[in-house]
C-alpha cells in the first residue's frame, strides 16, 4: 500500500525495481509500537522449538533484500520493503520508511516463499 497516492510502487516480482542508489553506510532503525508488537507476537505464537527472533538495532541496506520500494512522482525512494536474513530458513520482512528510518511493521517469513500468488496490477514499471 503507497503512503501517498501519486507516490508510485514498484516490486522486484512483478515487473523489477528502478535503479536506485543505495548508502552503505550503516543506519539505525527505530520501530512503531505496532512494528514491535508483531514480532512479540510472532516470538510468542512460534513455540518453544524456534529461537527467538531479535529485530536489528542498525543495518546497512546492502544487507537486505529490497523486494519493494515506493519512491515520489519524482523517483525519490520514500519506503522500501526488505528481507532480513535470521537464519537458514526465515527472513524477517521489514517495512521501512527512509525519511526517518522507520520501521513501520515487520514479520517473520520462510525464505523460500517466493511469492507466486502476487498481483502484478497494483504496481508501476520501471
Same mark, same amino acid.
Given at each position: 500500500?503507497?503512503?501517498?497516492e501519486? +507516490?508510485k !510502487?514498484?516490486n522486484?516480482?512483478a515487473?523489477?525495481l /528502478? =535503479?536506485? *542508489?543505495?548508502?552503505?553506510?550503516?543506519?539505525?532503525?527505530?520501530?512503531?509500537?505496532?512494528a514491535?508488537?508483531?514480532?512479540?507476537?510472532?516470538?510468542?505464537?512460534?513455540?518453544?522449538?524456534?529461537?527467538?527472533?531479535?529485530?536489528?538495532?542498525?543495518?546497512?541496506? +546492502?544487507? !537486505?533484500?529490497i523486494?519493494?520500494?515506493?519512491?515520489? /512522482? =519524482?523517483? *525519490?525512494?520514500?519506503?522500501i520493503?526488505?528481507?532480513?536474513?535470521i537464519?537458514?530458513?526465515r527472513?524477517?520482512?521489514?517495512?521501512?520508511?527512509?525519511e526517518?528510518?522507520?520501521?513501520?511493521?515487520?514479520?517473520v517469513?520462510?525464505?523460500?516463499?517466493?511469492?507466486?500468488?502476487?498481483?502484478k496490477?497494483?504496481?508501476?514499471?520501471?
Open positions: 500500500m503507497k503512503e501517498y501519486d +507516490n !510502487l514498484y522486484k516480482r515487473f523489477g /528502478p =535503479e536506485f *542508489e543505495i548508502s552503505l553506510r550503516r543506519v539505525h532503525l527505530r520501530y512503531t509500537h505496532h514491535r508488537a508483531r514480532l512479540e507476537q510472532y516470538n510468542r505464537d512460534s513455540g518453544i522449538y524456534k529461537q527467538d527472533v531479535v529485530a536489528p538495532r542498525s543495518i546497512k541496506f +546492502n544487507e !537486505l533484500d523486494v519493494e520500494m515506493e519512491t515520489t /512522482p =519524482e523517483d *525519490e525512494p520514500v519506503k520493503v526488505g528481507r532480513y536474513a537464519d537458514q530458513e527472513d524477517l520482512v521489514l517495512i521501512i520508511l527512509l526517518k528510518m522507520i520501521v513501520k511493521t515487520m514479520w517469513n520462510v525464505n523460500s516463499d517466493q511469492h507466486y500468488s502476487l498481483n496490477k497494483g504496481y508501476d514499471k520501471p
